[in-house]
């Protein structure tokens, strides 16, 4: 992590049910505000390599922590739909009335029920790689029998899910280049690319590590909401 945005990166605002979210801002202060959403499991510091693109395109670039993730509180009830509460409050402490919603990979379908949630406030919404549906029909069709599984996994035993992501928590801890390389074998190469250079593969587990900072049940519960009936339409 950059250690001149560290500021930014890690602040966090009150909710009114008592709970914290964590979130960062880069970007350009006074551009057009975009709200991210991380991917599963993922956190807020998935968008640090972004702040010199953003800040050149005129994006304040907003990245926050879902519930259990990183530096924001859990919400063992919360739903799809109402994290869309959680982002109306971080735009309210932001002085943002209107914005844009970006949605990667498990993100996509918090930041569709966000814009299905909150109405006019959200302009555009992007979807980058998303994660689709997962009762539309053919929607496995494809898919690898690993990934089935894993998601069948998730949506019928959130418990064990839990235990599989706290055990990555540890090895990423005690272990990250080991870690890296595994992660990104499948990669054609084994560094994150931005316009501004390259990211060293340990680096680009930050975005991971740190959402298992309090260990595998809010990723877990992420991913248990994702894989199940998210609770609106998307038309």
């Given at each position: 992590?950059?250690?001149?945005?560290?500021?930014?990166?890690?602040?966090?605002?009150?909710?009114?049910?008592?709970r914290r979210l964590g979130y960062a801002e880069l970007g350009r202060a006074g551009g057009a505000p975009l709200i991210w959403f991380h991917g599963t499991p993922s956190s807020r510091l998935e968008v640090v390599w972004l702040?010199?693109?953003?800040?050149?395109?005129?994006?304040?670039?907003?990245?926050?922590?879902?519930?259990?993730?990183?530096?924001s509180s859990p919400n063992p009830a919360g739903t799809i739909v109402s994290l869309a509460d959680d982002v109306a409050?971080?735009?309210d402490h932001l002085a943002i009335e209107r914005f844009s919603v970006l949605g990667y990979s498990g993100g996509a379908p918090f930041a569709l029920a966000a814009a299905a949630g909150l109405g006019g406030r959200v302009e555009v919404v992007g979807l980058v790689s998303p994660w689709g549906p997962p009762d539309r029909?053919?929607?496995?069709?494809?898919?690898a029998r690993s990934e089935r599984l894993s998601d069948d996994l998730a949506r019928r035993a959130p418990a064990v899910t839990r235990v599989l992501f706290a055990g990555l928590g540890l090895v990423l801890r005690l272990a990250p280049?080991?870690?890296?390389?595994?992660?990104?074998?499948?990669?054609?190469?084994?560094?994150?690319?931005t316009d501004d250079?390259?990211?060293?593969?340990?680096?680009?587990?930050?975005?991971?590590?740190?959402?298992?900072?309090?260990?595998g049940a809010g990723p877990a519960r992420d991913l248990h909401l994702i894989v199940g009936p998210w609770g609106f339409a998307i038309d």
């Open positions: 992590m950059p250690t001149e945005l560290a500021d930014e990166l890690a602040r966090t605002v009150g909710l009114p049910d008592g702040d010199q693109a953003a800040a050149r395109a005129g994006w304040r670039l907003v990245a926050f922590d879902r519930p259990g993730h990183g530096l409050a971080l735009a029909p053919g929607a496995y069709d494809g898919v280049a080991t870690m890296a390389k595994l992660l990104t074998r499948r990669l054609e190469a084994g560094t994150f690319a250079g390259v990211a060293p593969r340990t680096e680009t587990l930050e975005p991971i590590r740190e959402a298992l900072r309090q260990g």
